[in-house]
C-alpha cells in the first residue's frame, strides 16, 4: 500500500487487488470523501504489478488517480 498527495493536497492510499483471471487493480482510497477508485494494472500477475507499483512516484500515481474508474466490486 502507498500514500500520497495529490497537487490539489488530498491525501490517497494506493493498494493492489489481484482480481479474477489474474487481471490486477489498483485501488485507490481517501478518508475525506470515502471516494473509491479502480484503474486496472498493465501485469500478468501480482509481483509484477508490485514492481510497477514501488516504481511510480506521486506524480504518477496521481496521474493514474485521474485515469481511474469508479469502484465497481464484481464489476
Not at 502507498?2 to 493498494?15: C, N, V
Not at 489498483?26 to 470523501?33: H, V
Amino acid at each position: 500500500m502507498r500514500s500520497f498527495e495529490t497537487p490539489d493536497g488530498q491525501h490517497w492510499q494506493a493498494a493492489l487487488l489481484e482480481a479474477s483471471y489474474g487481471q490486477v487493480l489498483l485501488i485507490f482510497s481517501t478518508d475525506a470523501a470515502g471516494d473509491l477508485r479502480q484503474h486496472s494494472m498493465p501485469a500478468e500477475h501480482l509481483a509484477e504489478a508490485t514492481e510497477q507499483l514501488a516504481a511510480l512516484d506521486d506524480a504518477g500515481l496521481a496521474a493514474l488517480l485521474t485515469q481511474a474508474a469508479p469502484w465497481q466490486p464484481g464489476g
